[in-house]
């Protein structure tokens, strides 16, 4: 794809926001999978679109193609928001019919956020959009490619950097490393108040800026191949050493050109939540990369969207090291509730 004619924005929302914007496709019909992030229907809720679901399939994570073929001619949608999840290609087969999409007058918008750093082309996609927070201990950065016509040196100068998430993010990240330093637990009250500051303002969806220049320095420095490495060589540890008959892994072999955001799980017997507390004891912080988006649990029954709330997400990033591995790994094998 490469960094020409790429727009940054200061978020994976903003980047959204803009592209809609741009196309002219304001208030328009917009399908997004059930598995998806809150944020992502707020983005298109900003941009007045009305937006339906479509379901995925809970052994891989693809789309249930069928359902979202009706959906489409039901729909009639002008935008079908993808997203391959977690670094590995959840859309093979569905990237295969984009053109008998488009052909029906749909944008086809691919969101790269969790697979950044995977061998996959997303270029037949109508616009790629992008949030870089996922990768790199940034305080923003997302972008958008695609856009035909699109005059970036107007956006930068129409839109400034914000400066307030970037000094929240340096105090926080400070205070966090001190923390993590000394195990002085008052000082969590001192960052996390920051960090949720930042969250509050990324959650505004009128407050739209540019890239800043703090992050932008740290993307084009960074070194991805160390990344790269670090990630698979993370998920390689756990993938050969988690052993608890409570723990099922979504993805269960690493493809070549595969970069992981996390190693996915399903936790079996409602036992996510006491895991993920079990895990925060030992000083292990695994997100749930999702919570169900409330239309999708409106729209959906219990049935078809349950595996979404036996979901945890284990680290691998270039964070952790074998040692951060291996009590992972010790401290799932252990579980018991």
């Given at each position: 794809?490469?960094?020409?004619?790429?727009?940054?924005?200061?978020?994976?929302?903003?980047?959204?926001?803009?592209?809609?914007?741009?196309?002219?496709?304001e208030?328009?019909?917009?399908?997004?999978?059930?598995f998806?992030?809150q944020?992502?229907?707020?983005?298109?809720?900003?941009?007045?679109?009305?937006?339906?679901?479509?379901?995925?399939?809970?052994?891989?994570?693809?789309?249930?193609?069928?359902?979202?073929?009706?959906?489409?001619?039901?729909?009639?949608?002008?935008?079908?928001?993808?997203?391959?999840?977690?670094?590995?290609?959840?859309?093979?087969?569905?990237?295969?019919?984009?053109?008998?999409?488009?052909?029906?007058?749909?944008?086809?918008?691919?969101?790269?956020?969790?697979?950044?750093?995977?061998?996959?082309?997303?270029?037949?996609?109508?616009?790629?959009?992008?949030?870089?927070?996922?990768?790199?201990?940034?305080?923003?950065?997302?972008f958008?490619?695609?856009?035909?016509?699109?005059?970036?040196?107007?956006?930068?100068?129409?839109?400034?950097?914000?400066?307030?998430?970037?000094?929240?993010?340096?105090?926080?990240?400070?205070?966090?490393?001190?923390?993590?330093?000394?195990?002085?637990?008052?000082?969590?009250?001192?960052?996390?108040?920051?960090?949720?500051?930042?969250?509050?303002?990324?959650?505004?969806?009128?407050?739209?800026?540019?890239?800043?220049?703090?992050?932008?320095?740290?993307?084009?420095?960074?070194?991805?191949?160390?990344?790269?490495?670090?990630?698979?060589?993370?998920?390689?540890?756990?993938?050969?050493?988690?052993?608890?008959?409570?723990?099922?892994?979504?993805?269960?072999?690493?493809?070549?050109?595969?970069?992981?955001?996390?190693?996915?799980?399903?936790?079996?017997?409602?036992?996510?939540d006491?895991?993920?507390?079990?895990?925060?004891?030992?000083?292990?912080?695994?997100?749930?990369?999702?919570?169900?988006?409330?239309?999708?649990?409106?729209?959906?029954?219990?049935?078809?969207?349950?595996?979404h709330?036996?979901?945890?997400?284990?680290?691998?990033?270039?964070?952790?090291?074998?040692?951060?591995?291996e009590?992972?790994?010790?401290?799932?094998?252990?579980?018991?509730?």
């Amino acid at each position: 794809m490469g960094w020409d004619h790429v727009v940054f924005t200061h978020s994976g929302r903003s980047a959204i926001i803009t592209a809609v914007r741009h196309l002219g496709l304001e208030g328009c019909e917009v399908l997004v999978p059930t598995f998806s992030c809150q944020s992502i229907t707020a983005s298109f809720l900003a941009c007045n679109c009305k937006v339906n679901y479509y379901p995925i399939n809970r052994d891989d994570l693809t789309v249930k193609e069928p359902e979202l073929f009706r959906l489409i001619d039901k729909c009639r949608p002008k935008i079908l928001y993808t997203c391959p999840l977690f670094g590995f290609d959840t859309l093979s087969s569905l990237r295969n019919r984009y053109d008998e999409i488009q052909a029906q007058g749909v944008k086809v918008m691919e969101d790269v956020t969790h697979s950044l750093l995977s061998d996959i082309d997303s270029r037949g996609a109508d616009v790629v959009v992008c949030s870089l927070r996922k990768w790199l201990e940034i305080p923003d950065g997302g972008f958008i490619w695609g856009l035909k016509d699109f005059d970036i040196d107007q956006f930068y100068q129409s839109y400034p950097e914000d400066i307030d998430i970037v000094k929240n993010f340096v105090e926080a990240s400070m205070l966090k490393l001190e923390y993590l330093t000394t195990g002085n637990d008052g000082l969590k009250q001192v960052f996390l108040p920051l960090f949720y500051k930042n969250n509050e303002l990324f959650n505004d969806t009128s407050h739209n800026c540019r890239m800043s220049s703090f992050s932008h320095n740290i993307l084009v420095h960074a070194d991805f191949m160390q990344v790269r490495e670090k990630r698979r060589n993370n998920y390689h540890y756990l993938l050969t050493h988690l052993d608890n008959p409570s723990v099922e892994i979504i993805f269960g072999s690493l493809p070549i050109g595969a970069v992981p955001l996390y190693l996915q799980i399903y936790v079996h017997n409602g036992q996510r939540d006491a895991l993920q507390q079990a895990l925060i004891k030992e000083r292990l912080y695994c997100p749930i990369i999702w919570h169900t988006p409330q239309p999708v649990v409106a729209q959906f029954t219990k049935e078809t969207i349950r595996f979404h709330d036996d979901m945890l997400s284990l680290v691998v990033d270039q964070r952790y090291d074998y040692e951060d591995m291996e009590r992972l790994a010790q401290s799932i094998n252990g579980f018991i509730n």
